[in-house]
């Protein structure tokens, strides 16, 4: 999976390439923060990363609307900031507050920002695959070309949901695209030894509907992917199945002393193809990067974690007898 | 009045709403005829055999602006959609802070009495009462099955229509005006001041032919249909075992942690209710036993009228009478 | 799918043709009389034939041993008979008595013949999918050669546990062969609808296993897949996806005044290629159906069914306190 | 005593049942460590992320001659196995007519506390136990904990093991010497006359700290742990109550239809059990919500030792004192 050379010059405007660098980076160095604090004991529960795999995020959602919808998974914290969350009521809500997205009720593994299109993070393995589905089933009957898409990981490509809606949606031709998130682990086990073929995309055809293997570390191969897949959508071609080949740099959680059967030497290969230093690298080759170059530009996305964290750590709890609110809608 | 069957009241229901508002539409894995034939199949949609799907998209599109009414048929059937149902449906809008509506309505029919066996023949609705986050129903006349799915279609949650096998058949009068039923709302079936019989769905009907019976005899039986499962009318249940000091309780379903055991529970536990209570509560359930095929073993499983009475004449015993 | 030369010269014994020919006449005639008695009232809750499908489950079970397993749906009749379930315990238990296979508690959608490895009829779509494919993760460990043989519909593999189970048996190289009885129709709902594509066999190849297409109302088609399948699972091959097409010729169930929104033009053409017709005709070109004939043979097996129904009429009820058993065993 | 946690002694349950019968093997979505090693790959099986193709593998298996145990890992990702549960595992020994066992051992870890919100802090145990056909316990000791497992593993029929997420690293003695818990056998945790507790797992150790408090106070409170959830131990359950005349149920889970629904029915619908009643019988539940992320909203969700020493407060002002 070297880069072609097609990929090396992808026909983006560099400020868009440029956003997305940012975009990226406002998730790894989010998630760094999250994490930290999270070991700090002031965010709770659960946090897991996307670091290393941002390119599939980013790269997916820049061919994305806002009017279109996506859901995410468990490793949700990417795909929000890709579609354009807030980060003071993301941090809020892993700090546990009420100006959180979720008032404080979802945490990390249920961060959603409807007004997006961001249909939520999901603790069940694919768990969301149904529901932007229905997301998908909703945007093919309001007729403005609307799409769907859903992320999801090797893990999930192997429940029953993934098999279900591939099957309606191909049927129905919805305009949906799954982006499975290859990173090649579910937790401790390998894909490996849960998948008889290494590509996930060969069930596509099964279905009669495109699959395409892509590099996840190569943004521009990504989002190219992915811009076919959209523009096949919206005008009435149907879904596609889109694997991108990526991998997880950090352990499957941040807790403490969890253990990680990874092959060390795996994980370094890896870290070697960081999605954020190539696109960086090569914006810095065609010149694009600004005067100021990268660490300007990091300075300014930590500036902007700063401010979440600021925001979050000003914000109230929510008060007790705030827990039996909420549970019926009007 | 006019006369409907359960069943032709309930799809009477649905398409009522459906002219009313676009935004309906219905998933089943066959579809009903004569909602097929007015809407046609962009709105009623025949499904591949993927209940998991259905029940997941229907939360995708009601989140979407949509409100999508996902029929599993028999309640047997949403097994496979459990996931969605207890991890996605009932939690979504409590776990996302309240930012969006879910209005979906899934429909489920329930219960035995036609020698389909275990995997057929299932009352399971206790199981969902338990999970919190699902308002449910489960009717007992056409009437009421009516009024409760115009009022669940225009609810903007998640809601589940049970609805009785036994019952599917059975005509009643309903209006040709339009109505609604609240949620929540109790009905008193028939009143009556010796003992209160909590009763659902096709055990309504048996409640009110043992109370024919023991009328006979200056026994005076109140039936009391909840009919909403969950929120559940305790006050209107405990009104009237107040009232009548002696409670029945009687489902299809079996005993264990289900429907009877809760409405035992919210009457005990009330002070004033249990003070003036004279005797045991009593379930009058079906054994807690998978449902048998042959139409010998059925009906020793299933409670009716006769257990009914059995069940009422113990707790008239009262205080003092033999052990339950 | 008009009958291949190969097809139409297997090498198999007459005999062996002969006992194929008698098993799906057993069928037929048992499923005749069953829906006869089920008008009659004799028969309760619901009766699925297998009319006109009776080359799948015969064909495939030539290719099994006794100690081979198999798990069926809930039209299953044809699949207890093709692998050697006893008629009187049959019929006894769609009539309801204590002498039948479930002592009664089961009916037409439920009865099941551990000791000659018939693992159930199951009334839930694809229910038995997951039963079968653990029978042949038992098969492996037990390391005699054994084989699991799942049967299920077109409408079944729409269903999450046909994809969770293909993968596992991919991947753990299990000997099960995955039959797919593709009538063409689910109840009322046509597989054209509901499939993208027409082949459920085009699915295989997304597990990296063998799928095949054969005419399913040719015996010696289906007879010479299922060798193909059984032999490489035996050898350890792993398995094997089977696609039969075939048409069930009579409506989803015998309940009266069924709808059945199939063409009447469909269900003729298909009972022009009726199986059992199909092979009594090439036996009788080939001489091999002996001087008495077909009607000889008819009369055998309806003496058959007759003793089957005598032995149910002739057995007792279950007594209502035998509800309470059989919960849990000691 | 040698001390184990709770999580030891159930791993070490499993390795010395593992070690006699070469039948029993090992499913889940990530292998346990000490097992893997000892065991090893064929015995010890990582899966794909499949809980519905486990949980019915597990059924032929068993109908095969194995004897498998499916961990299920945190009870939620048993629900998209819930068709392989309620239409297969729990029917199938009967609606076959018992014609083979099914020796199977499903594992689930409930219970909340640790923040993580609506879908991975579950105690839906109460509805498996209105489904007929499935045994099930909930211990609350290391001792128990293996002494159940042990039983489960050997017994001939599906039995699901509920395992607090609360008492995982909680530590107790466990003997050395083999030993087994029978199902269907609660244990008193501690002796008393004046009020009967009834709880579950980490709400034993709460009440067992209430009883504490409120010895001080001269109340004498009997903790009763059913341990076993089917079969329910009744008898000790009524025996008790008959004693202290007082009743109060604390569970993790939420009261509707629950197993706090289940043991106030089955004391109160008891005559002899009725008749010495002196108080309403007290729910000391969960509220009936999901379950929220952030602490102090947790918190709240959840009963305590302090809400079940209110709720044995409410019960002794008895019959006479104000509404419940
Ligand atoms: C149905 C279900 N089973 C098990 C789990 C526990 N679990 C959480 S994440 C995970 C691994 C998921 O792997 P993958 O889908 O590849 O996503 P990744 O973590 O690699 O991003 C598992 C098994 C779950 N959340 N849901
Ligand atoms: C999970 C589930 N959903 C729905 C049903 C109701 N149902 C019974 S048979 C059937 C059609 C099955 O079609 P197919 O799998 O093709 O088998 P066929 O009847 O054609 O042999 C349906 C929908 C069911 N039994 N189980
Ligand atoms: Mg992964
Ligand atoms: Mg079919």
Redesign the pocket.
């Known amino acids: 999976m070297s880069l072609s050379a097609q990929t090396l010059s992808p026909n983006l405007p560099p400020e868009k390439q440029l956003e997305m660098l940012r975009a990226m980076l406002v998730i790894r160095r989010f998630e760094e923060r999250a994490s930290a604090d999270y070991l700090a004991g002031k965010i709770f529960g659960v946090v897991h990363c996307y670091i290393g795999e941002e390119a599939v995020a980013v790269g997916v959602c820049a061919a994305l609307r806002t009017s279109d919808r996506i859901v995410s998974t468990h490793r949700g914290h990417g795909h929000c900031i890709a579609k354009g969350a807030d980060l003071n009521r993301m941090m809020a809500e892993l700090y546990g507050r009420a100006t959180g997205y979720c008032k404080g009720k979802g945490g990390s593994m249920h961060i959603a920002d409807f007004a997006i299109g961001m249909l939520g993070a999901n603790g069940i393995v694919a768990g969301g695959i149904s529901i932007i589905t229905g997301a998908g089933l909703a945007a093919q009957m309001e007729k403005q070309g609307g799409v769907a898409v859903s992320f999801f990981g090797d893990g999930a490509s192997n429940a029953g949901p993934f098999h279900e809606c591939l099957n309606i949606a191909a049927s129905w031709k919805l305009p949906v695209v799954y982006v499975c998130e290859n990173n090649q682990w579910a937790a401790q086990t390998s894909a490996a030894a849960t998948h008889a073929l290494a590509d996930v995309a060969a069930r596509a055809a099964g279905y009669g509907i495109p699959g395409a293997v892509v590099d996840g570390n190569d943004i521009f191969a990504v989002h190219q992917a992915a811009n076919r897949a959209v523009e096949r959508a919206r005008s009435g071609g149907g879904p596609s199945l889109i694997e991108c080949k990526t991998y997880r740099q950090r352990a499957h959680t941040e807790r403490r002393g969890q253990p990680d059967p990874r092959d060390p030497v795996e994980v370094e290969a890896w870290k070697g193809k960081d999605p954020i230093a190539l696109l960086a690298r090569r914006l810095e080759a065609q010149g694009d990067l600004g005067a100021a170059g990268f660490e300007a530009l990091d300075r300014e996305v930590m500036g902007a974690i700063e401010a979440a964290v600021a925001f979050a750590e000003a914000s109230p709890f929510p008060r007790p007898d705030q827990a039996a609110e909420d549970m019926f809608a009007p | 009045m006019r006369e409907l069957t359960y069943n032709e009241a309930a799809v009477e229901a649905v398409a009522e709403e459906m002219r009313r508002d676009p935004r309906i539409f219905y998933m089943s894995?066959?579809p009903i005829p004569p909602l097929f034939k007015e809407f046609g199949p962009e709105r009623i949609r025949a499904t591949p055999?993927a209940?998991a799907a259905l029940t997941g998209m229907a939360i995708g599109a009601a989140g979407s602006g949509f409100r999508p009414i996902v029929d599993?048929?028999?309640v047997?059937?949403c097994?496979?959609a459990m996931d969605q149902i207890v991890n996605q449906a009932s939690k979504i809008h409590y776990m996302f802070g309240g930012q969006v509506t879910f209005p979906i309505l899934y429909r489920a029919a329930v219960g035995g009495g036609t020698q389909l066996a275990a995997?057929?023949s299932q009352s399971p609705y206790s199981m969902f009462m338990n999970l919190a986050g699902l308002k449910m129903f489960l009717p007992s006349t056409p009437y009421d099955i009516k009024g409760l799915l115009k009022t669940a279609i225009r609810d903007n949650n998640p809601v589940i229509s049970f609805e009785s096998n036994r019952l599917m058949g059975r005509r009643g009068p309903v209006p040709e005006e339009e109505y609604a039923i609240p949620l929540g709302l109790a009905d008193v079936k028939r009143e009556g001041n010796d003992v209160t019989v909590v009763a659902l769905a096709w055990l309504v009907h048996e409640a009110l032919a043992a109370a024919e019976e023991l009328a006979k005899e200056g026994i005076s039986a109140e039936i009391v249909d909840p009919r909403t499962l969950v929120p559940l009318d305790a006050a209107t249940i405990r009104a009237s075992v107040q009232k009548t000091g002696r409670l029945v309780i009687a489902d299809e379903a079996g005993p264990t942690a289900g429907f009877a055991a809760e409405v035992a529970a919210i009457a005990t536990e009330d002070q004033a209710t249990f003070a003036r209570l004279q005797a045991p509560p009593k379930r009058v359930c079906a054994l807690q036993v998978p449902i048998p095929y042959s139409p010998i073993l059925e009906k020793e499983v299933f409670p009716d009228r006769t257990r009914i009475i059995a069940g009422i004449r113990e707790v008239l015993g009262g205080r003092g009478s033999a052990a339950a």
């Open positions: 894995t066959d055999i209940e599993w048929r028999q047997t059937f097994f496979v995997q057929h």
